[in-house]
């Protein structure tokens, strides 16, 4: 158990819906990121966010947003659904996301929530 | 732009053999390399993590090693047990940045 829990944990949706990911980090995070992970690839990362800011985006279009709270849980938000989109989407919180300098920095995951777009 | 290998995709071996997983990375320039273990839909499990001044890390019948200038790294598990059976994957931590760039995964089956 790493403290990290994501809802729901499955979901099905069709192409064109909206649909929004709920994660909440382990107790004294501040710092969440988030991951796609296709079947049979490894986990790409979408973005993080540190005390409530964006910290860092890889290569996902703006249709993939997301929002960080006071209490530094998370939420994922994807708008106009793709087939593509289908994938299992993993939730990762750490201490000191700002401070690159900190090597001990590990990443919690969450067991993640498998979307599928029908 | 890092990129993350992990060769082989699939591993198929008989339970008491040793197991080796080969991870490597095109920019040597991290902060640290983790290895995770993934079960069949589930999350990830963090095995070990291995700063970059480090050459290895060891945790019961595990151990990783790192070779940062040539960007590779190896994850030895010792005389296998079928509950070893997973997906492993390799995790990069740039110097550069916060996000974990991961390679693709080796499947593990320990045959009884």
New interface residues.
């Given amino acids: 158990e ?1 403290g990290v829990t994501q809802s729901p944990t499955h979901l099905i949706k069709t192409r064109g819906q909206q649909v929004t990911l709920r994660c909440s980090s382990q107790s004294g995070h501040n ?1 969440v ?1 988030w ?1 796609q992970q296709a079947l ?6 979408i973005f ?1 966010y ?1 005390r409530e800011e964006e ?2 985006r ?1 290569n996902f279009p703006p249709r993939f947003s997301g929002l960080q709270f006071p209490n530094y849980s998370s939420e994922l938000n994807v708008n106009a659904l793709e087939l593509d989109d289908s994938a ?1 989407y ?1 939730c ?1 919180s ?1 201490p000191h ?2 401070e ?2 900190e ?10 929530t ?1 979307l599928s777009v029908l | 732009k890092q990129e ?1 290998t ?1 060769i082989p995709a699939a591993l198929s071996v008989p339970e008491g053999e040793n197991l080796v997983l080969n991870c490597s990375f095109t920019d040597s320039a991290i ?2 390399l ?1 290895w ?1 273990r993934q079960d069949p ?6 095995l070990l ?1 291995i ?3 480090q050459r290895e890390q060891t945790s019961g019948r595990l151990n990783a090693s790192l070779d940062k200038s040539s960007g590779r790294s190896t994850l030895y598990i010792a005389a296998s047990q079928p509950g070893d059976s997973a997906t492993y ?1 390799c ?1 990069v ?1 740039e ?11 080796t499947r593990v089956l320990v045959k009884p």
């Fill in positions: 790493t710092t990121s991951y049979g690839q490894g986990p790409q990362f993080q540190y910290n860092g890889g299992l993993l990762a750490s996301g700002a690159p300098r090597a001990k920095n590990i990443q919690y995951f969450g067991a993640g498998r | 993350v992990q902060y640290n983790q995770f839909g589930k999350g990830l499990t963090s993590l700063q970059s001044s994957l995790a931590r110097a550069a940045g916060n996000k974990l760039t991961f390679g693709g995964g």
